[in-house]
Nanobody, 117 residues
Framework: QVQLVQSGGGLVQAGGSLRLSCAVS????????MAWFRQAPGKERELVAG????????NYADSVKGRFTMSRDNAKNTVYLQMNSLKPEDTAVYYC??????????WGQGTQVNVSS
């Protein structure tokens, strides 16, 4: 069974930085496309960033382009989300997502990020 364990997050002032990590169990990590989503109170979950299985390509929501960087270390079965120049509107619960196929996908437990103004 695949498990995603997230770490990082917390409270930061606007303009600050945080790094989220997501460690994935299992031996097939390098086959997964990975992504970070977030969900703010009263809003739907939205895609923040994604990365291909080999780490060669990334994509970002317009709202975080130039501020967030997603990366992965296949040797450590871990993905990261470096968040810089944080804004109050980045406040949300952030979720790590692993996708192998349309019917094989998994979620992390969620990590709260709070950005104060």
């Amino acid at each position: 069974q695949v498990q995603l364990v997230q770490s990082g997050g917390g409270l930061v002032q606007a303009g600050g930085s945080l790094r989220l990590s997501c460690a994935v169990s299992g031996r097939t990590f390098s086959m997964y496309r990975m992504a970070w989503f977030r969900q703010a109170p009263g809003k739907e979950r939205e895609l923040v960033a994604g990365i291909t299985s080999d780490g060669g390509r990334t994509n970002y929501a317009d709202s975080v382009k130039g501020r967030f960087t997603m990366s992965r270390d296949n040797a450590k079965n871990t993905v990261y989300l470096q968040m810089n120049s944080l804004k109050p509107e980045d406040t949300a619960v952030y979720y790590c997502n692993a996708v192998l196929s349309p019917v094989h996908y998994y979620w992390g437990q969620g990590t709260q990020v709070n950005v104060s103004s």
